[in-house]
């Protein structure tokens, strides 16, 4: 037995996440994509994953690649949210416009998130249309004062605690 691409869709729209933007050098231009596959994986060490589709340009990047950035978007990125999950805009315009560092690895960290991480790739999975990758946290930084955003029904919007 198997649900159609619909009832997936429905059934996955209804988990509400955050958002990330993932960030990455490749061939001396800068590129990313929004994920909302995030997940902390591993305490000791300190793991988390990403799930990426493989039909996607970023996939064949990510996958060439030794190291990630992963940046948490506040409530106010909505719209870099978008930006960044629309494969014409050019990534490497877009990253260089915003306020953002380059780690001794070459990877571009955003400063404005709610928290930004710097990641080395330690293992792929297969994980269906998509790969699962899991990466090493070796650096990271947080503001304090910011609110998340959160991706839910195909939006993007705040978070109200009870
Ligand atoms: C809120 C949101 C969450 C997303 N999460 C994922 C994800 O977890 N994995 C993925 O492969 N694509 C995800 N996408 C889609 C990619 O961001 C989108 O396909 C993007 O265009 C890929 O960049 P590229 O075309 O430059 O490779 C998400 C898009 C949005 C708006």
């Not at 870099?80 to 877009?94: M, T």
């Not at 503001?143 to 959160?150: F, Q, T, V």
């Amino acid at each position: 037995m198997s649900i159609t691409d619909d009832t997936f869709k429905e059934l996955m729209k209804r988990f509400a996440s955050g958002v990330t933007l993932i960030t990455f050098e490749n061939e001396g231009k800068y590129s990313g994509l929004t994920v909302s596959s995030f997940c902390s994986l591993s305490m000791n060490p300190p793991l988390i994953l990403i799930c990426i589709d493989k039909k996607i340009p970023s996939h064949k990047l990510l996958k060439n690649g030794t190291n990630f950035g992963v940046n948490i978007c506040t409530s106010e990125q909505g719209k870099l949210a978008w930006d960044f999950a629309n494969s014409n805009v050019d990534k490497n315009e877009l990253i260089l416009s915003l306020n953002h560092r380059i780690t001794d690895d070459k990877v571009p960290l955003l400063n404005d998130c709610l928290a930004s991480m710097e990641c080395t790739i330690k293992e792929t999975y297969e994980g269906g249309d998509h790969t699962i990758f899991v990466g090493q946290i070796g650096n990271g930084h947080f503001d304090e004062k910011s609110d998340p955003l959160i991706y839910y029904k195909s939006g993007l919007g705040d978070f109200k605690p009870n």
